[in-house]
């Protein structure tokens, strides 16, 4: 099954790292890719571009777009980057979300991806 391992940041946690901190964490996350590649588990994986550079696209009942600068939700924590594994179950991607450095600074989310037919959840 396939699950998205979410990644979550604020700039407060951003810059408070050190440069030595922020190096260690890009090369923890060099090092999980590497690994997840090695044994077949990495679907695909991205860091995002900074939320300022977000834009919430919504309809209205009389079908006109809305579109607004940012991320929709109010919050400190944004969606910093993804992982989506191929792993036998939820406690496998618990244990590579773990693994993660940025689960020492803010969250990891593990998320269950739903097949096209939807209807296993």
């Known amino acids: ?12 946690s ?9 190096d260690d964490l890009t090369r923890a996350h060099q090092e ?14 991205a860091g995002l571009a ?6 919430t696209v919504s309809i209205g009942d009389d079908n006109s777009r ?3 600068d940012g991320p929709y939700a ?14 036998e179950d939820i406690d496998q ?5 773990a693994r993660m450095p940025d689960a020492q600074y ?5 998320r269950p991806v739903m097949d096209t037919s939807g209807l296993e959840m």
Not at 93 to 97: K, L, P, Q, R, T
Not at 106 to 110: D, H, M, R, W
Request: aromatic share 8%; net charge negative.
């Open 50 to 55: 900074d939320p300022i550079t977000t834009r």
């Open 74 to 87: 109010e919050a400190k924590e944004h969606l910093a980057g993804f992982y989506l594994v191929e792993c």
């Open 1 to 12: 099954m396939k699950y998205m391992l979410l990644i979550y940041s604020n700039p407060e």
């Open 66 to 68: 809305t579109t607004t």
């Open 106 to 110: 803010v969250a990891v989310e593990v």
């Open 93 to 97: 991607a618990i244990g590579y979300a």
């Open 32 to 45: 999980l890719a590497t690994e997840l590649t090695e044994q077949g588990l990495l679907v695909s994986s």
């Open 14 to 22: 951003w810059a408070s790292l050190s440069a030595e901190q922020r």
